[in-house]
């Protein structure tokens, strides 16, 4: 099976990409399942329940989320009751709404994905290894098809990530500091792995935001409100082929696309 992940998509921008990529990457890729992280794609910060309409219906299979999950309040009307979409499993037990984890099935495959969050550099809630270590045990000796969005700041709490799930889960993809990392690789255990899939959104901002506001804020220190930017786009993602027989990954593959390549074509 093919599973094309696609990074943070942020804002309008992003979701135009989205909009716009997708038909081709199907055609050329042929994925049986497409995953997003939708985390920043109203205005940056958070989902609502018309933008995740909206990505089901172009044909993203399911959604990750990560550190801005509750940021649109309106994702406490449906998070309960939309299964495709996942918040980081992490947060405290008992304290919030959704789901760390949910099984996707599309094109006659089937896809375990769950969300991380890690905690160097972002907001110290509960262990992710510990987390990960007791979702994946009901599942072990089973050969399931499994990927993790690790949604962290640290390229090191990613890397060890990576290696903590090599040979437990088929693909562990980090997500949150939207550039790309060109580290892809299938470790000894057959995960296949990256520290950031990238992002998709505004290509001339800082990480999707307007960048007069973010040489503002690192210039003077001073509070200031950051806006998405606008202009063309960039998306990253990644494209990933699984053994089912195994649940080992086979292949990864970066994808990287510009706005003016798909004029060009």
Known sequence: MKVLFIGDIVGAVGRKAVKQMLPSLTSRYKPSIIIANGENAAAGRGINRQIAKEFFEWGIHGVTMGNHTWDQKEIFDFIDDEPRLVRPANFPEGTTPGRGWTTIKANGKELIIMNLQGRTFLPPIDCPFEKVDALLAPFKGKNKAILVDFHAEATSEKIAMGWHLDGRA??????HTHVQSHDE??????????TDVGMVGPRDGILGMEREAVLRKFRTQLPVRFVVDEGTWHFHAVIVEIDEAT????????IRKYEEDLLLE
């Open 185 to 194: 690789r299938i470790l000894p255990g057959g995960t296949a792995y990256v």
């Open 247 to 254: 649940g080992k990954a086979t292949r990864i593959d970066l």
């Open 170 to 175: 088929s693909v562990v993809v980090g997500t």
